[in-house]
């Protein structure tokens, strides 16, 4: 594995890990009813610092390969996409609008996927736990916004629309 | 050119541009002092159209040339900051936090330039407009900054650092 690929693609991670710290879940979140599997708080820095390492080592070995052009071009979409989440979702909480954030990233990250394993067994294999991650992510985003249709700021009569949340 | 590859790396840039949707200037940055030289209101999405569009053309062009891995890794890095500026500038209204991620976003824009113009000088040119917006976009913010330094939000003393701006 070529390592300034490696930290290249580390440094990409840099924006969304940056966003988690930026716009942090805070009261509002912890107040919403969740469902009976969410995960604990602090396994969402756990399990996106190991996604984070993940995702860049499978690009960076993925780029070693002949014709891991367009799991590369995806890669760009789905690290995007994980950057755009966090700020719809906690900054905003347009809960409904996050929810069709998340779907257009698990395409991303499902489609890099099988763009990596055309190339190279392992790039491929080193993005499912990533997948596995955002499915949970979706049902939880997805959950969160059934059990509190109230807290979602992009329905309608929310008085969304102006920028930054009240 | 590859049109595959072009509308993949043109789809992440769908992430920045909704944040321009979703975080608008609105009241608070058209009542903010600015600087003479501040480009229009119109000059904005026309820029940033023509430039995810060189963007996705340059990453297009510069995946057909061996040795192009940097400059792919380079543009996940430029994509990913660029969608996080706008929320910390028109979300959080963090305006200092703001010129650092412009800052990073410049570096990142100047070194994928520099990778595509190894491999490719059409690649390369079309990331020079970029630059020289990124620069203006960069000197705004720092002007915008200095103009309205109690408008930041970052600064001490703010009541910063609760996620969603007031």
Redesign the interface.
């Known amino acids: 594995m070529?390592y300034?690929?490696f930290f290249?693609?580390l440094?990409?991670?840099?924006?969304?890990a940056?966003?988690g710290a930026?716009?942090?879940?805070?009261a509002?979140y912890q107040a919403l009813r969740k469902p009976s599997w969410t995960p604990p708080n602090w396994a969402f820095p756990v399990a996106w610092t190991t996604l984070y390492l993940l995702m860049s080592a499978a690009?960076?070995r993925a780029?070693?390969f002949a014709g891991a052009?367009?799991g590369?071009?995806?890669?760009?979409?789905q690290?995007?996409?994980?950057?755009?989440w966090t700020?719809?979702f906690?900054?905003?909480?347009?809960m409904k609008?996050a929810l069709a954030?998340l779907g257009?990233l698990w395409l991303?990250v499902a489609a890099t996927m099988i763009a990596f394993f055309r190339v190279d067994g392992w790039a491929g294999a080193m993005f499912l736990p990533y997948l596995v991650w955002v499915t949970v992510a979706f049902a939880l985003n997805l959950s969160v916004l059934r059990l509190n249709p109230e807290a979602d700021a992009s329905r309608a009569g929310a008085g969304s629309g102006?920028?930054?949340?009240?």
Chains 1, 2 share one sequence.
């Open positions: 070529d300034a690929l290249t693609y440094a990409a991670c840099v924006a969304p940056m966003t930026m716009f942090p879940p805070g509002w690009a960076a780029s070693g052009e367009l590369l071009a995806l890669w760009s979409v690290i995007a996409f994980n950057t755009l700020p719809v906690f900054g905003l909480r347009w609008v954030v257009a991303a102006t920028g930054a949340a009240g």
